[in-house]
T-cell receptor, first 117, second 115 residues
Framework: DAGVIQSPRHEVTEMGQEVTLRCKPI?????LFWYRQTMMRGLELLIY????????DSGMPEDRFSAKMPNASFSTLKIQPSEPRDSAVYFC???????????????FGEGSWLTVV | QQQVKQSPQSLIVQKGGISIINCAYE??????FPWYQQFPGKGPALLIA?????SEKKEGRFTISFNKSAKQFSLHIMDSQPGDSATYFC??????????????FGRGTQLTVWP
């Protein structure tokens, strides 16, 4: 069974350019999360969706960031325009509710390493 | 506001020793406490998790100790091995209400096990 698939794995872009990160969650999962990881701030939740609907986007740093989930198998995180301080690893993750005893496992992709120069 | 506080930030342990990472949480309604392990270049992956109805859970060399009254939980790695060198994150979640589905992560602990 394929895990969470992210693309691109690595991206180097110039300041001011638009960056689009893509994610395919695990089939059947109804929650999708976008996280950002930096040395300074650790793992930050940017936004998460339930059944393709954004539930909480309070972690999105500013208007330059936007996320969409047009269907259950695809999501994008867009940064426009990009800035050097956006350099980080961006993780997509997904899960489904399995009941109280089973737990709340979130499955992460391998991340998109973004460098803005 | 940090919902889950984790310490230490980094930890160096000799092979065969015990690694201990601590976490504290604020929200007494949290009802699920997982630990995630992250190797360089990879995404975090679930290592072990506990519900508040038990005080301890053990899986192989990994044990979670949970103290509900103190609002603290910890990860113990027995007989630490160089292959355990990774970043460990504690987390907490509330499986109901408006935050259903969301995990709150600690800042992470970078563990290095020397051979």
């Amino acid at each position: 069974d394929a895990g969470v698939i992210q693309s691109p794995r690595h991206e180097v872009t110039e300041m001011g350019q638009e960056v689009t990160l893509r994610c395919k969650p695990i089939s059947g999962h109804d929650y999708l999360f976008w996280y950002r990881q930096t040395m300074m701030r650790g793992l930050e939740l940017l936004i998460y969706f339930n059944n393709n609907v954004p539930i909480d986007d309070s972690g999105m740093p500013e208007d330059r960031f936007s996320a969409k989930m047009p269907n259950a198998s695809f999501s994008t995180l867009k940064i426009q325009p990009s800035e050097p301080r956006d350099s980080a690893v961006y993780f997509c993750a997904s899960r489904t509710l399995q009941g109280w005893k089973t737990g709340n496992t979130i499955y992460f992709g391998e991340g998109s390493w973004l460098t803005v120069v | 506001q940090q919902q889950v506080k984790q310490s230490p930030q980094s930890l160096i342990v000799q092979k065969g020793g015990i690694s201990i990472i601590n976490c504290a949480y604020e929200n007494t309604a949290f009802d699920y406490f997982p630990w995630y392990q992250q190797f360089p270049g990879k995404g975090p992956a679930l290592l072990i998790a506990i519900r508040p109805d038990v005080s301890e859970k053990k899986e192989g060399r990994f044990t979670i100790s949970f103290n509900k009254s103190a609002k603290q939980f910890s990860l113990h790695i027995m007989d630490s091995q160089p292959g355990d060198s990774a970043t460990y994150f504690c987390a907490a979640s509330l499986d109901r209400g408006s935050t259903l589905g969301r995990l709150y992560f600690g800042r992470g602990t970078q563990l290095t096990v020397w051979p």
